[in-house]
């Protein structure tokens, strides 16, 4: 079991060798279930090797970039990033999953915190989307507290747990984000930080410092 005493907490680049805690995560059908809407069936290790192949190995075409989270004491926690990115559009898919001891601690918001602050202020994209099935009131509970605006419910869009739910679409303009990013900021606090190794990307950030 992961150890979630340490309040800090750092993004870097997934490996290879963080596959083999994803393919434990995905074990969990209700999980699995409620983190990826195409996926239903456990993947053992070889084919999570399979399907993750262009996070941890990208390609040039840079349409994807996937970070793990990770505990002071060197335990993945979970995973976050940016797929679907396009340069033309400028915009990006940002999705989100923590081991389940280390949920309701604040270690998803700040990451998803970090990850906006990546998309918008290093990457230049100008737009973010995300959506969750309807029923995933974690997940509804962390996209209103950094600001995404819910823009359209797609009826009966996931099939789960014997039965279709809604799926909920939401997103957020950089403007957006640059008008709530202190505001948040002051909101959570410092106890707990997500920040990028060795960087000086954290979140929360220094509000006064990185006004």
């Known amino acids: 079991m992961p150890d979630t005493s340490s309040r800090l907490f750092k993004l870097r680049p997934l490996e290879k060798t963080d596959l083999d805690t994803i ?24 084919q999570t090797e399979q399907n993750w192949q262009d996070a941890v190995c990208p390609s040039r075409e840079c349409d994807k970039c996937w970070f793990a989270i990770e505990s002071d004491s060197g335990d993945l926690v979970g995973m976050t990033g940016l797929e679907a990115i ?17 949920r309701r601690h604040g270690v998803a918001v700040r990451a998803v915190a ?9 990457l230049g994209l100008n737009r973010i989307t995300s959506y969750y099935r309807a029923d995933n009131h974690s997940s509804r509970d962390l996209i ?12 009966q ?9 809604d799926m909920v679409v939401v997103g957020m303009l950089q403007q957006d984000w640059m008008a709530q990013r ?30």
């Open 86 to 102: 396009s340069s033309i559009n400028r915009d990006a898919v940002v999705p989100v999953f923590v081991d389940k001891s280390i």
């Open 23 to 46: 393919a434990r995560w995905f074990q969990d059908v209700h999980d699995l279930a409620l983190f990826d809407r195409t996926l239903r069936i456990p993947p053992n290790l070889s």
């Open 144 to 155: 209103r507290r950094v600001g995404c605006e819910i823009e359209g419910t797609m009826r």
């Open 157 to 165: 869009a996931w099939f789960a747990d014997g039965r279709f739910h």
């Open 114 to 122: 970090l990850m906006l602050d990546f998309a918008f202020r290093q």
């Open 182 to 211: 202190q505001v948040l900021a002051r909101e959570l606090g410092r106890e707990t930080v997500v920040s990028f190794d060795a960087s000086g990307w954290s979140w929360p950030p220094d509000v006064d410092a990185d006004a």
